[in-house]
């Protein structure tokens, strides 16, 4: 059973890996929002990954207060207009489909079901995925420079 958890530990750093490789990847200038900087956008990137690394330690720790913060702490972001630098139907379908998942987190969390959360965190971090490289396909300015 122990190995077991530990697959999913592995599993879930890997892909915040990958998350944090997004994150990176969305500090240029939006193409949508010209009232937000290249420096707000990258702090605000930087707040939804210290706030993804809340829910990783919480998941890691089975610390369901942490787990419940942190996806409370992401989805109050969700609904800032820093939140919104693409405003097509696509990226609100994104957006959407990101806060429906930490809703799986935060609901889990309160029942104190660490597998389902851990699973709610797969999906919100494949979510983040998707939605940054929808971004990158329509503001090329926004992937990194090689």
């Known amino acids: ?56 330690e919480g998941l890691a720790t089975e610390d369901y207060d942490m787990i419940a913060k942190g996806a409370q702490a992401l989805t109050a972001l969700s609904l800032e207009s820093a939140w919104n630098v693409y405003t097509t139907e696509t990226y609100l379908q994104h957006s959407s489909d ?22 709610g965190y797969v999906n919100l971090t494949v979510q983040c995925l998707e939605c940054h490289r929808f971004l990158r396909s329509r503001a090329p300015g926004l992937a990194p420079s090689k």
Do not use: C, Y
């Open 1 to 56: 059973m122990k190995s077991n958890w530990i697959g999913k530990i592995a599993l879930v750093v890997g892909l915040l890996g990958f998350l944090s490789l997004g994150a990176m990847q969305l500090q240029g200038t939006p193409q949508q929002n010209p009232k937000t900087n290249a420096s707000d956008l990258d702090s605000f990137m930087q707040l939804k990954l210290e706030h993804s690394k809340e829910i990783l």
């Open 98 to 119: 990101f806060r429906r998942s930490l809703q799986i987190v935060k609901e889990a969390a309160k029942d104190k079901n660490v597998d389902r959360a851990a699973l």
